[in-house]
């Protein structure tokens, strides 16, 4: 199986602030990268796939980006509506994978 | 937009069945999507559990595949997972969801998800 790491495990931020969290793919999955947002008691939200495609509706503070087999989630200014976990998720070889997520909290 | 409910019993008992329901609504079940679960252990991360296509083939995680079984029962718009010989590791919140279609690889619909508790 791919193996999908990221970091930092959680972070701390102010509204406002720019937020960076990275993905590693434990082997090369090309640009099928993608991050998702999840809130305490819902269901997880694609905001972009494959790895720099924002998703329909997503602000645009949101964007992705890929080094090889790192890849980036950068939220530009934190909002209040951005307080989540974050996941990211392969989708180039079976099983797909997630990784163990980033929670953001406010600092 | 396509709209995705699951539903099936909250607890189960070690060693049975799991089984649980996705309602699809607002898109033919046949309509080129794979419908997809995926589970969430309790405080943990996401695990892809597998899909059954619109043409009716499935995918499971090796991990699981002995014990899931994938169906779809396109009169009612529904798909199903059964997993058997349950324990408690496989308490978790199970979601329905798909990507779009003719897309296996993401997930951009998701259902509420349903919390299943395996106990003796």
């Known amino acids: 199986d791919i193996q999908m790491t990221q970091s930092p495990s959680s972070v701390s931020a102010s509204v406002g602030d720019p937020v960076t969290i990275t993905c590693r793919a434990s082997?090369?999955?090309?640009?099928?990268l993608g991050w998702y947002q999840q809130k305490p008691g819902k269901a997880p939200r694609l905001l972009i796939y494959?790895?720099?495609t924002l998703q329909s509706g997503v602000p645009s503070r949101f964007s992705g980006s890929r080094s090889g087999t790192y890849f980036t989630l950068t939220i530009s200014s934190l909002q209040p509506d951005d307080f989540a976990t974050y996941y990211c998720?392969?989708?180039?070889?079976?099983?797909?994978?997630f990784g163990p997520g980033t929670r953001v909290d406010l600092k | 937009q396509v709209q995705l409910r699951e539903s099936g019993p909250g607890l189960v008992k070690t060693s049975q069945t799991l089984s649980l329901t996705c309602n699809v609504s607002?898109?033919?079940?046949?309509?080129?999507?794979?419908w997809t679960w995926i589970r969430q252990l309790p405080g943990k991360g996401l695990e892809w559990i597998g899909y059954?296509?619109?043409?009716?083939?499935?995918y499971y995680n090796p991990s699981l595949t002995s014990r899931v079984t994938i169906s779809v029962d396109t009169s009612k718009s529904q798909f199903s997972l059964a997993l058997t010989s349950t324990t408690a590791a496989d308490t978790a919140m199970y979601y329905c969801?798909?990507?779009?279609?003719?897309?296996?690889?993401?997930?951009?619909?998701w259902g509420q998800g349903a919390l299943v508790t395996v106990s003796s």
């Open positions: 969801a798909h990507g779009p279609p003719g897309k296996k690889d993401a997930f951009h619909q």
């Open positions: 607002g898109a033919s079940i046949r309509g080129g999507y794979y």
């Open positions: 059954i296509s619109y043409t009716g083939s499935t």
């Open positions: 082997q090369g999955i090309g640009d099928w």
């Open positions: 494959p790895a720099s």
């Open positions: 998720q392969q989708g180039a070889d079976f099983p797909f994978t």
